[in-house]
């Protein structure tokens, strides 16, 4: 009997707000109970959801290095795992030239190439024997250096990592050798059409100007130096930009002293970037840029334009949105184009929210033949979020919930909190992100939905970006009047018309 | 192979591991998963400590129900959600030549509604309530979950059971004719416009003779995809998808004893199926070395070694498996070192065994760097292998091969579902969920000797060579005069290979 009073007070609740089919879930969950009770089984009740179980954020805590880096721990003693991570505040588009692209990227995969007192093998070897793998990477807007080992492992692994941070000796030779399998990579992505599309719809989104807009190129990598490696390391690895996250089954009072110890030779120093990126172009009228894959079996498509940085006010209710649009698997994009049209093996929508203007994103590999006819559904679906399909009160339940009751998901992995943690810090949230995060979702009301659904998705400057056989879907692309085509090669670069 | 409802990602670019899996949705988180459980445990593998570890443990109850239905309920209360692990003993081995691509499509199909869950409502109370879902295909069995907040574990239950039991009710043609599409556009996505996407595909036709049910590819071959009618989804379904066909693993956030009520409410009135004959998979004998060429839309030519090795019921695979970690991965391993280091006349390479339930392929592929041809390379990767069949590994390379064994099992536990893969694919193939501890006891105890004999026995002269080269450069393949040149039927059907 409690249960079904709790039920029905959670009907109450979740209708208020609009939840429909909750609702109607919850009335099935009194007759279920019922049932459960020796009537036979029903199979047409839908079984009702139990009580919704207690959020519970992890608690970490945070201290200041005497190097500058700053330290969050979070314990999780279930197993005996450890999780370490170093991560920066920034990355290639604050820290990289434009004409040397790619020195980022080489920097990293340089650290483990030799330190002062290991070569490349003895440092692969130990982390082999300690069943550990420290990875380094920069991206966009951070870089990492992490590994994730037995508790009984950590120290040593730790030390390792220290010595790649701090001592790596950048052989010459090495940056040779990973320049001539990175020309092989850059090869291989011009067949890739996935990688081509990526690429162009970067390109012609932010431009040359915007880091947003450049892409790694054989020139740019032809262009790197080991004096460019040694700089980039020297002004890049440093704590003053570092959040080091320790999450596992660690001793909270050890840990500290344990960094600090094997941190020792990692000098103060170094700021943390302002984000302040160029302007991106002004926006362009609407126009499907095509890059010719000649009898490819899928048109690659990427449609959009910039969008809003991660700091937007309309944050939360840009998520519900996107998520109805084309987040989900049943969100309005994959289902119509996937499950009922059937010209996709999948398609949905992004926003990026970067520290600046990352991109709105929709997109998917379309059959051939139904180019034309995925590209109008696509700004039927645009248009749609934008009032002319209205959202009903079910699809926006979801749209909530399937973000609320998720998080948690998060927090099962000490990988999955020491992410968590960490990206407080790198991404500038406030301390109680994860504890406010379902009120703040909750409160995304439907108005709010079509309005920024109006405002971030710009239809009269999309740019639809699509990689596929030019000769089979030029004419059909061109017979829906969305818009003008411009036939692009794979580099971006305009295409003359013969 | 493994294909699934939802795309995965991952092997069209990388191409680090076969096209052994289809899938519903694209998931490259999925897809390292399942990897992961297909391999009881992680890649990395290493020594050191001797005795095996009491972190390698997942407790769990079973129970039979009378339709024959086996459940596994393993608890942890960690984070409140749970993971509701289905497998069906049936895959792409299980189809007749011809109708390939069948199994596949049938997982597609079960995400469409059956006789009381509409269409929608699976989605719904999995990923619309903040859970997810997916499925997958390999030639040996078919997985169906879903991963939800613990308070929908009875919904989860509910939505299995109908499908097992009523999917027939709600089947119509215009239903699976959609799936139908779909299945075909993965296959676009994953194969055909992927470049190198077909490697796979011809050696495993070169491999296996055309009857051999592991001889094609789990996606299908197109247009034997388009031939599938709704009367094959109805055999299909009668014949395999019963409930003593079947095992559940629930893992999480739950009461076990209402768990098993529930279980007991939602599937106890399911019927036992018919008793399955098995096919029966003739491991293949390559008698003498297969040399073929395939040009595709690709800049950089590649090459492809595949020999015969074994499935999962010999032991060898385990000696295998550490043969793989011994030739490519980390840079001290024999190829990566030769090929990518030491002479750096290969951007990448990758070996690796993948034993399926009744038989197995040990692969190499390497990708050149400019100036350096497929023959100089095949040639070098020889030579390596050679001198392994020859001297054994050393200890140090059987210790770094178990170092890791230990953290790759505990890592896998953080995940509801990988621990459910792990006692499914324990019970499935072993009929013993805690098969996996002899796993990592076998895997923690090969010898250098094992892994010697094995590369003797397995890595002989009977294989395929299969070089990938630009359109229109056959003579940048390795040894193309004792080539034969691949090609794709008209109909896309099935590969020509045209003897000279």
Known sequence: ?498 | MVVSRTVFVAYGLHLSTPPMISIRKSSPALFLLLTLATLPVNAQRAGGDAKSAASVRIPFERMTLANGLDVILSVDHTVPRVAVDVWYHVGSKNEVPGHTGFAHMFEHVMFTGSGHVPYGMHDRLTEGVGGDNNGSTTQDRTNYYENVPSNYLESALWLEADRMGFLLDKLDSAKFAAQRDIVQNERRQGTDNQPYGRAFEIMTAALYPESNPYSWPVVGYIAELQKATVNDVKDFFRLYYAPSNATLAIVGDFDAAQAKAWVARYFGGLKRGAAITRPTVTPPVVAAEKRLVFEDRVQVPRLYLEWPSTGIGTGDTYALRALGQILSGPRTARLTKALVYDRQSAASVNAFDNSAENAGVFIVFVTPRPDHSLAELEATTDSVIDRLKRDGPTPEEMAKTSAGLEFGFVSALQSNLGKAEILNRSLVFYRDAAHYQTDYERLRTVTASDVKRVANTYLGAGRVVLSVVPLGKPDQASKLASSVKVTVSPDGGHYIMESR
């Open chain 1, 1 to 498: 009997m409690k249960r079904i009073l709790g039920l029905a007070q959670d009907c109450i609740r979740r209708a208020a707000c609009g939840g429909a089919l909750r609702c109607s879930l919850a009335l099935a969950a009194v007759a279920s109970t019922a049932a459960a009770q020796g009537k036979a089984l029903d199979r047409d009740l839908t079984p009702p959801p139990g009580p919704t179980p207690k959020l519970h954020v992890p608690t970490w805590t945070r201290a200041t290095l005497s190097n500058g880096a700053e330290l969050v721990v979070t314990q999780k003693h279930d197993l005996p795992l450890v999780a370490f991570s170093i991560d920066f505040i920034g990355g290639s588009y604050s820290y990289e030239l434009a004409a040397k692209l790619g020195v980022a990227s080489f920097t990293a995969q340089m650290l483990s190439e030799g330190t002062t007192t290991r070569s490349a093998d003895e440092l692969s070897d130990a982390q082999q024997l300690l069943g550990t793998s420290i990875a380094a990477f920069v991206s966009g807007e951070s870089g990492s250096i992490r590994f994730t080992a037995l508790k009984s492992k950590f120290e040593p692994a730790l030390a390792l990592l220290a010595d790649l941070l701090v001592n790596p000796i950048f052989p010459a030779p090495a940056l040779e050798r990973i320049r001539g399998r990175t020309l092989v990579t850059l090869a291989q992505q011009k067949d890739q059409p996935n990688a081509i599309a990526t690429n162009v719809f970067a390109r012609t989104v932010y431009g040359d100007a915007h880091p947003y807009g450049r892409v790694v190129t054989e020139q740019t990598v032809r262009a790197v130096t080991r004096d460019d490696v040694v700089a980039f390391h020297r002004a890049y690895y440093r704590p003053g930009r570092a959040v080091i996250a320790v999450t596992g089954d660690v001793d909270p009072r050890a840990v500290r002293a344990q960094v600090e110890k094997a941190l020792a030779g990692w000098a103060a120093g170094g700021e943390r970037p302002t984000f302040a990126y160029p302007a991106v172009p002004a926006p362009r009228a609407r126009a499907i840029y095509l890059i010719d894959k000649p009898k490819a079996a899928q048109s690659v498509f990427e449609i959009g334009e910039p969008g809003p940085g991660r700091d937007t006010p309309d944050y939360y209710a840009l998520e519900v949105m996107n998520n109805l649009l084309g987040g989900l698997f049943q969100s309005r994009l994959n289902h119509d184009i996937r499950e009922v049209k059937g010209y996709s093996y999948g398609v949905g929508s992004s926003f990026a929210f970067g520290r600046g203007p990352g991109a709105f994103n929709a997109s998917g590999g379309i059959v051939t033949a139904k180019s034309d006819s995925a590209l109008i559904a696509f700004m039927t679906h645009f248009r749609g979020v934008q009032g002319s399909i209205p959202f009903t009160d079910d699809e926006i339940t979801q749209g909530k919930e399937s973000l609320i009751q998720s998080l948690p998901a998060r927090f099962s992995s000490v990988n999955g909190i020491g992410n968590a943690v960490a990206s407080i810090y790198t991404q500038a949230l406030p301390e109680t992100f994860y504890q406010d995060f379902a009120g703040k979702i909750a409160a995304v009301g439907r108005d709010d939905l079509v309005r920024v659904a109006r405002k971030y998705i710009d239809l009269e400057h999309l740019n639809i970006v699509i990689v596929g056989d030019r000769a089979t879907i030029e004419g059909p692309l061109r017979q829906t009047g969305i818009a003008p085509i411009v036939v692009l090669d794979a580099d971006g670069k305009p295409v003359v018309v013969p």
